[in-house]
């Protein structure tokens, strides 16, 4: 199998965080809070919609990655534009409860400064640290076909 590298699956994520900066930003505007263009102290009644902000941002953050990472096609937007896709360690589908597990320990990998993702780096499967905890990789499937077909005509040849 082709194992998605770092580059890779640093602009899957960038890709990915384009789709939630607009809706995100759309969302502050709308209930009040200060943009990041614009920002201002934080009230009390900021604070409150901060936390809903965050609690929301959370649940669509999950949705998103767990939903269409456990669907047919294994990944994000971004992943699917990068030809990424979340497997087992066997390389089949994940179910959604594996997916969600991965979505909730990246929140290791981001407290730990963005060290969980550096994980990839040194992984003979280029894991990152969420990857582990929820035992998947991400796999390049076009790549991976390729290798095959290649290998296959070598000992045909």
């Known amino acids: 199998m082709a194992y998605g590298g770092f580059w890779r699956r640093f602009a899957a994520g960038f890709v990915d965080l384009l789709v939630f900066l607009f809706p995100n930003a759309a969302l502050r505007a709308l209930i009040g809070l200060p943009s990041m263009l614009a920002p201002r102290p934080m009230e009390d009644a900021d604070t409150a919609r901060f936390i809903a902000m965050l609690a929301v941002g959370t649940l669509a953050g999950w949705l998103y990655c767990a939903g269409l990472e456990s669907s047919r096609w294994q990944g994000t937007l971004g992943q699917q534009l990068l030809d990424l896709r979340v497997a087992t360690l066997e390389g089949h589908r994940v179910s959604l409860a594996r997916a969600s597990a ?23 499967r280029r894991q990152t640290l969420h990857d582990l905890l929820s035992g998947c990789v991400i796999v390049r499937p076009a790549a991976s076909a390729q290798a095959r077909l290649a290998d296959a005509s070598g000992r045909a040849g």
């Open 102 to 124: 991965r979505y909730f320990a990246q929140f290791f990998s981001y407290a730990l400064c963005g060290t969980g993702f550096l994980f990839n780096l040194w992984t003979p």
